[in-house]
């Protein structure tokens, strides 16, 4: 009788290692997970897209251009990089390099475009549980 209690034990003991295994595994998955946004944002600049960039644009943001730097509104900010990516055409993105600066993340790379390569530097602030754009600078290689 005490065979099959000593067995039962071990039962117990190794159900209760493997559910706090779990729940220490879960807690450092979701614990360090990235506030999305970085990666969206680098797929839109990618294909030019203003308008799927304008989900991650912050109230102000700083955008400097080849001749011009300005702070602009989400709504003024859109129709800035809408113009600038239809009149060099976006042909693609190169990420440089990319990473996390306390509660914000940066990208750095090249937007390919027919009129030429740009330098691009996106800063990124966590607001409200996601990232937005702070400031994207843009400048001719």
Same mark, same amino acid.
């Given at each position: 009788?005490?065979?099959?209690?000593? @067995?039962?034990? !071990? +039962?117990?003991? =190794? &159900?209760?290692?493997? *559910?706090?295994?779990?729940?220490?595994?879960?807690? *450092? =998955?979701?614990? *360090?997970?990235?506030?999305?946004?970085?990666?969206?944002? @680098?797929?839109?600049? !990618?294909?030019?897209?203003?308008?799927?960039?304008?989900?991650?644009?912050?109230?102000?943001?700083?955008?400097?251009?080849? #001749?011009?730097?300005?702070?602009?509104?989400?709504?003024?900010?859109? =129709?800035?990089?809408?113009?600038? *990516?239809?009149?060099?055409?976006?042909? #693609?993105?190169?990420? +440089?390099?990319?990473?996390?600066? #306390?509660s914000g993340q940066y990208c750095?790379?090249?937007?390919?475009? &027919?009129?030429?390569?740009? &330098?691009?530097?996106?800063? =990124? &602030?966590?607001?409200?549980?996601? +990232?937005? @754009?702070?400031e994207i600078r843009?400048?001719?290689?």
């Open positions: 009788m005490a065979y099959y209690s000593t @067995i039962a034990c !071990k +039962q117990i003991f =190794m &159900r209760k290692i493997i *559910f706090l295994s779990t729940l220490v595994i879960a807690f *450092f =998955m979701t614990a *360090f997970k990235p506030i999305a946004g970085l990666d969206d944002v @680098i797929n839109a600049l !990618k294909t030019g897209n203003a308008q799927e960039l304008s989900k991650y644009i912050d109230d102000n943001v700083e955008i400097s251009l080849p #001749g011009k730097s300005d702070n602009y509104s989400r709504a003024q900010a859109v =129709m800035v990089l809408k113009d600038f *990516f239809n009149n060099n055409g976006v042909t #693609g993105f190169d990420v +440089q390099f990319k990473g996390e600066n #306390g750095i790379g090249n937007l390919k475009t &027919r009129s030429g390569v740009y &330098r691009t530097t996106v800063f =990124m &602030r966590a607001k409200d549980n996601k +990232q937005l @754009i702070k843009f400048k001719a290689s």
